[in-house]
Every structure is written in structure tokens, then in C-alpha cells.
């Protein structure tokens, strides 16, 4: 069984190319710069050997033509034909109160997602010219959405509200929905099976750090509650977005500097979080290097960023009434020892306890890194959103094995 996987973003487009029945990825890469200039595909054949065409990538469709062109290609590809390809997975980002699983894609599907780029302007147009461009170019290939909401969709609502007039929520969906759900859930599960125990009996906080960062509570199997909300803004500190801000603050500053929201939504998306507190980086490795060498600023970012994470565990330790595994994800949670430690510092009075020695050993790998005795599992689990997605394809075009 021979997925595709693809990720559409504004100007690029990552892919992976699963044999699931093997186990193996035999292909994979990335379309970078599109519609600009100096626009390439990057394309990394299973044995590691690397290749790359340079060309003018107008549009999406231009670099999945690329894609499937390298993939069947005599040279490089892995397929002599593109018939060989039994289905292709997107990542899709919003899939609004409507898809609380992953969908086969039919022309209502795709209906339904042109109405939710109003929820999520800047990422469901690149996700559906994925999907528009597989159909065009090899439409009898059944095509899979996997959504980042989707996962989150087991919120209760007294968590996904916001105290808004109730009209609001009705008229505009206005509402928590979550995001980077593929990876809690794929972390989560993961864990799981590490662990040996029953997803159902246990309830976990997966903390996702990467340039995007969210923590999920998961009861039981289920989300029950997300920092990100009704954009991925919301919840903890990232790069370059603020995470939690009093409104007021923000209709204050607008007032001030008299900004209209276009200009508001770039200072607090892509101005702000570590990038704006630094005034060097959002790039944590960066940020780390310099608060080494004394750079107050940035020893401030880390102190923000590690205390705000540790809010949400003792908040979702809360709101499940307790904690058994506790999951570090994503560049930062996977390798920086250092966050790890801070985060869960003083959380001993919740049966966290991490073990220092193994912590310090551990960059991008799975591996337990709590104490022998500790009450809550602490665990590094490297996420595979594009695994998952592979995975849900495969599982609703052909069944579960
Ligand atoms: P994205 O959200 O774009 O997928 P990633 O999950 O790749 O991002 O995470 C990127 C972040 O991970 C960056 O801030 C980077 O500095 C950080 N990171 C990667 N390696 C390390 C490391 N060894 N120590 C600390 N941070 C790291």
C-alpha cells in the first residue's frame, strides 16, 4: 500500500511517500519558494541520497507536478508508474464543528472546506490547491483530509466556549477549535503503547513545542481541552505569536498606535512570543545560545516561555482531576533539555519528577524521563504528524487491517 502524503503551505509543500505495508518512507521532500523566485524542489530518495531541481514553480499545481514527476521519474523516483500511488493524505488545517475525524474527499468535502477558509484564511486555500491539483492531475487517486482540528472535536463545550453573546458562537462559529490535533493525538497514542497501557485509562497532558506550540489535556483517549483557540494564536508563548494577551492590551495598543486589525494580526502573529520579548530570535536554539552568554532578554523569553507551559499542565491536571503521562513534542520539546527541566520543576507536588540524568541524554528519541518512582510518566516523544496521516488514509480508503 503506497501513500502520498502532502502539506500545503502558503509557498511550500512538503511531502512523504509511505509504503505503510513495508514500513518504509520511500521518498520525501519539499517544494519550497513557490510563486517566487529562485523556487526548487528538495527531493530525498530512501537511501538518503538527496537531489535538487531548480525551475519556476508558479503555483501549487506546478509543484505537485514536480512531486509526482521526481516520484515516477527513471533517475530518482521510487514508481514506475504514477498508478502505483493507492492514495494521497493532506494535511488539512481547519475542519470547523463539521469533521471531528478524518474524511475521504468528495466534492461536498471540498464544499465544506472553501466555507471554513473564512475560519482559516492563510492555511485552508494552500491545503485546497493540494487537493485541487491531485484531482486535476490524477483524479481516479481517492484523496484523504486529516485535520489538525479534528482531534479536539471531543472538547465539552464548557471548554471550547468563550464568554461571548451566545449569538456570536451561532453566527460566526466563534469558539475554541485546537489545532496541531494530528500530533497529541499521534504523541498520545504513541505513548500509550510505549507504555503498555490502555489509552482509556489514563489521562495525559501533551505538551507540542515547535515554532507553533500547544498543550492538550487528553481524558481517556479524548481531547478535553487545548491552549490554541479559535486561531493558532492562542495559549502559550511560540516564536513569534504572543499566545495568551487581555484583550484590553490589545485594543489599547491598537488605540495607540493606531493600527487597524490587518496590522494588528502581524504584531501579534508574527511580531510578538520570543521573537518580540528577544528582539533577536524566535528560534529557541538561538534564544538558548545567547541567554548562555548573559543576554538578559532572552533569559527572560525562556523564564515567560517555561512558566507559561507550566500554567496550562497545572491547569489540564485540574481540569482531568489528575495526571498520569506527561509528553514533551515537537523541536523544542524533543530536544532541549533545558525546557524540560525548567517545565517541570517545582510540579513535584503533582508526582512529576523528572530524572535528570536520562533527560540530559535525550534529544529527538522516544524514551521515558521521569524517576523510577515518579506518579506521572514523563516521556519524549517525537511527533509524526505525516505517519498519522498516512496511517488515517490508508485506514478509510482500504478499512482497517
Ligand atoms: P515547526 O513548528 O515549524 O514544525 P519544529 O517542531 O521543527 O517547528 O521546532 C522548531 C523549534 O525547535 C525551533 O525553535 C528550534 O530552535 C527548536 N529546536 C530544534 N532543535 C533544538 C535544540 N537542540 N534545542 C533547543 N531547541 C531546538
Given amino acids: 500500500m503506497k501513500i502520498l502524503v ?41 537511501s538518503g541520497q538527496k537531489v535538487l ?40 488545517v481547519h475542519g470547523g464543528e463539521e469533521f471531528s475525524t ?36 490524477i483524479p481516479e487517486i481517492p484523496q484523504v483530509a ?74 481517556y483517549g479524548e481531547s478535553v481541552d487545548t491552549s490554541m483557540g479559535f486561531t493558532p494564536l492562542e495559549g502559550l508563548i511560540m516564536g513569534t505569536r504572543s499566545g495568551d494577551i487581555d484583550m484590553g492590551a490589545v485594543s489599547y495598543i491598537m488605540d495607540k498606535e493606531k493600527i487597524g486589525t490587518k496590522s494588528a494580526s502581524i504584531l501579534f502573529n508574527k511580531h510578538s512570543g520570543l521573537l518580540g520579548i528577544t528582539g533577536i530570535s524566535s528560534d529557541s536554539r538561538e534564544i538558548l545560545a545567547a541567554a548562555d552568554k548573559g543576554d538578559e532578554r532572552c533569559i527572560l523569553a525562556i523564564e515567560m516561555f517555561n512558566y507559561r507551559i507550566k500554567k496550562y499542565i497545572g491547569a489540564y491536571a485540574a481540569a482531568m482531576g489528575g495526571v498520569d503521562v506527561l ?25 512529576i519528577e523528572i530524572d535528570q540524568e536520562i533527560n540530559a541524554g535525550i534529544r529527538g528519541e522516544e524514551r521515558i524521563i521521569s524517576k523510577e518512582g515518579s506518579k506521572v510518566k514523563v516521556m519524549v516523544v517525537p511527533t509524526n504528524e ?12 482500504y478499512g482497517k487491517e
Avoid: W
Avoid at 486555500?125 to 493540494?130: D, S, V
Avoid at 523541536?331 to 517541570?344: A, K, M, Q
Avoid at 496521516?389 to 478509510?396: H, R
Fill in 386 to 397: 505525516e505517519l498519522m496521516i498516512a496511517i488515517d488514509t490508508q485506514n478509510i480508503v
Fill in 327 to 351: 509528553i514533551f513534542t515537537g523541536g523544542i520539546g524533543e530536544n532541549s533539555v533545558s525546557t524540560r527541566v525548567s517545565v517541570c520543576k517545582d510540579l513535584e507536588f503533582l508526582g
Fill in 102 to 137: 478524518s474524511a475521504l474527499i468528495t466534492d461536498e468535502v471540498i464544499l465544506a472546506l472553501e466555507k471554513f477558509i473564512e475560519l482559516a484564511p492563510l492555511h485552508n486555500p494552500p491545503n485546497l490547491r493540494g487537493i485541487y491539483a491531485i484531482k486535476a492531475l
Fill in 53 to 92: 531541481f531548480e525551475g519556476e514553480i508558479l503555483d501549487h499545481k506546478i509543484g505537485i507536478e514536480y512531486i509526482l514527476g521526481v516520484l515516477s521519474s527513471e533517475k530518482h523516483g521510487c514508481i514506475s508508474s504514477l498508478d502505483e500511488i493507492n492514495a494521497v493524505g493532506h494535511r488539512v
Fill in 146 to 219: 486529516v485535520f489538525d482540528t479534528a482531534f479536539h472535536h471531543t472538547m465539552p463545550q464548557h471548554a471550547f466556549m468563550y464568554a461571548i453573546p451566545y449569538a456570536l458562537y451561532k453566527k460566526y462559529g466563534i469558539r475554541r477549535y485546537g489545532f496541531h490535533g494530528t500530533s497529541h493525538r499521534y504523541v498520545s497514542s504513541r505513548a500509550c503503547e510505549i507504555l503498555g497501557v490502555d489509552p482509556k485509562t489514563v489521562k495525559v497532558i501533551t505538551c507540542h513545542l515547535g515554532n507553533g506550540a500547544s498543550a492538550c489535556a487528553i481524558k
Fill in 6 to 46: 502532502i502539506n500545503c503551505g502558503s509557498s511550500s509543500i512538503k511531502y512523504q511517500f509511505y509504503s505503510l505495508s513495508e514500513s518504509r518512507i520511500l521518498a520525501k521532500g519539499i517544494v519550497e519558494k513557490i510563486g517566487m523566485k529562485g523556487s526548487f524542489l528538495k527531493h530525498e530518495k530512501e
